[in-house]
């Protein structure tokens, strides 16, 4: 984990440490990516890979599969045929577009509950780090603020500390989300009643899963980091989607400008030279293209 998480954390080192150690060592299932979706992934990476080796490496999962066709076959692509084979799906979305797929639904069993209870504030954090990803591309990609793919990757995996945390100790989350309601910060809530908070557990998921360090810190959003950070950038356009991207599902901002403003991480804003007045053209934006990521099966 980087200087600034450590130097930022509210509780003291040798027990946040040992409660972080703790969740991530009991979450067995977090010691790697499902072998398909890792193959995927690995095979999109830029290198010099066939459509014909990539559909290789997604038949032999049929879920995987048939996300695949579903995407290929939305609406937001409006296509006049049907596309029914693998191969022209890899072909038609391309490389860039089945990674993302792969790490959307790789992510999605962490989300999953035991109990209504748990699936149902799970799901919530599900489409809450869908929809930050979208946002966190968008931002990206309309204000240079780092390479949309890494965005879009941090964005989807910002809160996988919550449902480790939930996995850990499902018995303990009501409670952090009674100091969430009093007012408390998330994180700081989490610290109270974990030891440690989502942040600090997905930053040492990421690290387990060997991702290299840009993504690791983009994890970081949390965090104000320092002006000559190189990472920074990225660290405050996933901070802004996320809060871009509550603000546009909830609507708050035209009911109450000022509060929607008060919500924002104000660093982020300076960090990427935005304009505050800019706010409602950037949520009318995420809005729609959480609309159309919707459309298109996620």
């Known amino acids: ?40 992934v690995e095979m999109t990476d830029g290198s010099d890979n066939s459509a014909q080796m990539i559909e290789r490496a997604i038949v032999v999962d049929p879920g995987f599969s048939a996300k695949i066709l579903t995407r290929a076959n939305s609406a937001a692509y409006g296509l006049s045929r049907r596309v029914t084979s693998i191969r022209e799906a890899v072909m038609f979305l391309g490389f860039r577009e089945i990674r993302r797929i792969a790490l959307t639904v790789g992510m999605f069993d962490l989300f999953v509950g035991k109990t209504d209870e748990e699936s149902l504030r799970r799901r919530a954090w599900w489409r809450q780090s869908v929809d930050t990803a979208v946002c966190c591309k968008l931002i990206a990609e309309k204000h240079n603020a780092a390479g949309p793919d890494e965005a879009y990757t941090c964005g989807l995996l910002h809160l996988t500390g919550k449902t480790l945390l939930d996995r850990h100790a499902p018995e303990l989350y009501p409670e952090v989300a009674k100091r969430i309601e009093a007012g408390f910060r998330d994180i700081d809530a989490e610290s109270e009643v ?68 008060a919500k924002l991480p104000l660093w982020a804003v300076e960090r990427l030279g935005l304009s505050l007045e800019h706010l409602d053209e950037l949520v ?15």
């Not at 810190?217 to 965090?223: C, D, R, T, W």
């Not at 009318?284 to 996620?298: D, H, N, P």
Request: glycine share 8%.
């Open 284 to 298: 009318v934006q995420g809005t729609a293209a959480i609309a159309k990521a919707s459309s298109a099966g996620f």
């Open 1 to 40: 984990m980087r200087n600034e998480c450590e130097e930022m954390s509210a509780f003291p080192i040798d027990v946040r440490s040992n409660a972080l150690s703790e969740v991530v060592e009991r979450t067995s299932e977090i010691a790697a990516l499902p072998q398909v979706v890792f193959k995927v």
């Open 194 to 261: 974990y030891g440690c908070h989502h942040v600090q557990v997905g930053v040492a998921v990421a690290e387990r899963w060997g991702f290299p360090e840009v993504l690791i810190a983009g994890l970081e959003y949390a965090y104000e980091p320092s002006v000559n950070d190189p990472f920074g950038d990225l660290m405050a356009c996933v901070g802004l989607a996320d809060t871009v991207a509550t603000l546009a599902v909830e609507g708050a901002y035209k009911q109450d400008i000022e509060a929607a403003l």
